[in-house]
Structures are given as C-alpha cells and as structure tokens.
C-alpha cells in the first residue's frame, strides 16, 4: 500500500474536494444517505471526512462496509475524532480506526508533540495518514487558537496555532487543518509548510469561507459539507467546487449556487 498523502494526492488530480458526511441528526438511515453520497457525488470528490457524532451509532460493520464503498469508487476516507488522548488509548483508537478501513485521522495536538509524535509514527507504520488542527474555521475558533502562549519563560509569546504548526512540522504529519474562514492564515501557514504537509480547510460556504480565496492563499484541499449536502442540486454544488479546486483558471469567485 502507498503513503496516504501519495493515494490522496492520486485521488485528487480532478478535484480537492473532501466531503464532509456529516448531518445535525443521525438516524437509521445515515449509511445508506452516506452511500448514496458516495455514488452520486464520487466523480467531483477526492475523499470523505466522517465525524464523530456519525460513526458513534454506527456498527463495526456498518463502518466497514461504508469505508470499502468510498474506497471502490476511488475517495479516501477520513475519521474526523480530533484524537486527543493519553498515548496508549490513541494507539488503541487509531488502529481500531485502521482496521475499520480508514486512510487517515483527524487529531488534537494538545496534548503536546510527543503524544502526536506516536499518533504519526504507528499511523506511518501502515501507511495510514495523521491530519492535525491548527485553526479551525468556526467564529470562535479565534479566541482559543489566537490564544498567546510560551513554552519557556525564555520564550516569547506565540498565537496557539503556531506552536501547533510547529509541532505538526516536527513531527511529520501528513496535513493540517486551517479554516478557509481564515485565509491570511492559511497564508501564513503555506509559507512555512511548503510542499512539506498539505492545508485542509473545513468552512467554504455555509461558514462564510470563500474557496477561491482559500485556494489562492494556500489550501491543498477543500473540506466541505452543508454547503454541497443541504443544497438544492448536491451535484451541481459539487461540481462547482471541483472546478474552483481543479485549475487556477476555473476556480470560482465568491459563491456557489444553493
């Protein structure tokens, strides 16, 4: 099996569009509207991001069978945990995440760079991928992940996220997570990372997120949800987005039909 970020990167030579499957209300028919999802929007989609609030009801093999879906119709799937734990019980969740089929996990950094560092060391092992938060798009966001803080009373005073961009750096993890609600940070983190790790920005649309802008400041993939799944045509929302993400030439201006 390749590297995750090598099949994502394989999977999104038409689009970096990630779906993010998530419903406010969960009920008995959330695997089959994930699997209609999958088949009607596959062709301008390069993965799909599960929350947590959706995997909670479901069955292992429910899961499974959902993970095999995305993957014979070409998507790499995504657990969206924020994983942050002690290292023995994100070890143990993560390979029961690995076994269920999923290609990366999303992951909180908060518990400090040796934690994510054997989060990305065993995910790497099989050739699974790490995802990190580094600022998330929600309004709040702003009061926690601007937050300044020093490690060393030597230090000076740094906003959170970039003490988080650092550790992700560090420890080779396979993206991040920057809000497309904040482009000048996208920006910024683009400039450090480079090629090294790509940006995945949740918050297009319904947030108030613009996907030109977030792709024009730096974002590798676009994560996106109620926008394409509360729309009145999901297919031609989506299609509209593919062609924002897909070439500089056709990405779209400031919005998106509902």
């Known amino acids: 099996m390749t ?8 999977s999104s030579t038409d689009s970096r569009i990630i779906l993010a499957n998530d419903y406010n209300s ?13 088949k009607t929007l596959h062709k301008f989609l390069c993965g799909i991001k599960l929350n947590f609030h959706v995997l909670l009801p479901l069955g292992k093999k429910e899961i499974i069978k959902i993970n095999k879906i995305a993957h014979q119709y070409g998507l790499q799937t995504i657990a969206d945990i924020k994983l942050n734990d002690i290292g023995n019980t994100n070890q ?9 089929g999923f290609d ?4 909180n950094p908060i518990m400090g760079p040796k934690s994510l560092k054997k989060i990305v060391t065993e995910a790497h092992k099989r050739n699974k991928g790490v995802i990190a ?26 906003p959170l996220y970039q003490m988080f961009l650092k550790w992700a750096i560090s420890n080779k993890v396979d993206g991040i997570i920057v809000g497309a609600t904040y482009p000048k940070i996208v920006n910024h983190c683009k400039k ?18 613009n996907a030109k802008k977030a792709i024009t400041n730096g974002s590798d993939f676009l994560i996106v949800g109620r926008t394409i799944l509360g729309s009145k045509n999901p297919v031609r929302t989506a299609k509209q987005l593919q062609s924002a993400s897909a070439s500089p030439a056709s990405r779209l201006g400031t919005g998106l039909d509902a």
């Open 3 to 10: 590297k995750f970020k090598t099949r994502i990167s394989n």
């Open 26 to 38: 969960v009920n008995s028919k959330i695997v089959l509207q994930t699997i209609k999802n999958i």
């Open 92 to 100: 143990v969740t993560s390979k029961t995440l690995w076994d269920f």
């Open 104 to 107: 990366a996990v999303i992951v």
């Open 133 to 158: 938060l580094c600022h998330m798009s929600a309004p709040e966001a702003k009061l926690s992940y601007e937050l300044n803080v020093k490690l060393s009373k030597n230090q000076k005073p740094k």
């Open 192 to 209: 450090i990372v480079g090629k090294k790790l790509d940006i995945y920005s949740p918050g297009v649309g319904t947030q108030g997120g």
